[in-house]
Structure formats: C-alpha cells, structure tokens
C-alpha cells in the first residue's frame, strides 16, 4: 500500500469510526497534523489492525484537545 492510499484508508475508515463525512475528517487530519504524521510514520503505523489504528487516531485527538 502506497503512503496516499494509506491516509485515504486512514480518513475514509475514521469518518465511519466516528460517523462524519470524509471531507470533514480530512480537514481535521490536515489542520492538526496527523497527515504529515501518518505520512512521516508510515512504515511504523501501516501494519497496525484496524481496531489499534482508531484507537491511536482517537488518542491523537485526545492530546490535541480535539475531541
């Protein structure tokens, strides 16, 4: 899976964890950072399951103050 298709997979399955539109999620992804980070990260957070991956996205938030 190529670094794009991996932030694609990251925004699409993120808007369904949390149940917004997938413009939405990109917006929040791009103005807090976690683009360039899964970008950055790629080869550490790819192999992560689905259920982990939400959890360090939610947790990301979290420390940003944005939930």
């Known amino acids: 899976m ?3 298709s991996f932030i ?6 993120y ?3 949390t149940k917004r539109p997938s ?3 990109y917006k929040k992804f791009k103005e807090t950072g976690l683009i360039d ?15 982990y991956l939400m ?3 939610d947790e990301y938030f979290k420390a940003e103050g944005q939930l």
């Not at 950055?40 to 790819?46: C, G």
Request: net charge negative; hydrophobic share 35%; charged share 30%.
């Open 37 to 51: 980070l899964l970008y950055e990260d790629y080869d550490d957070l790819h192999g992560m399951s689905f259920e």
């Open 23 to 25: 413009d939405e999620v």
């Open 8 to 13: 694609s997979f990251c925004v699409e399955y």
């Open 15 to 17: 808007a369904e964890h």
């Open 55 to 57: 959890q360090f996205i």
């Open 2 to 4: 190529s670094k794009i």
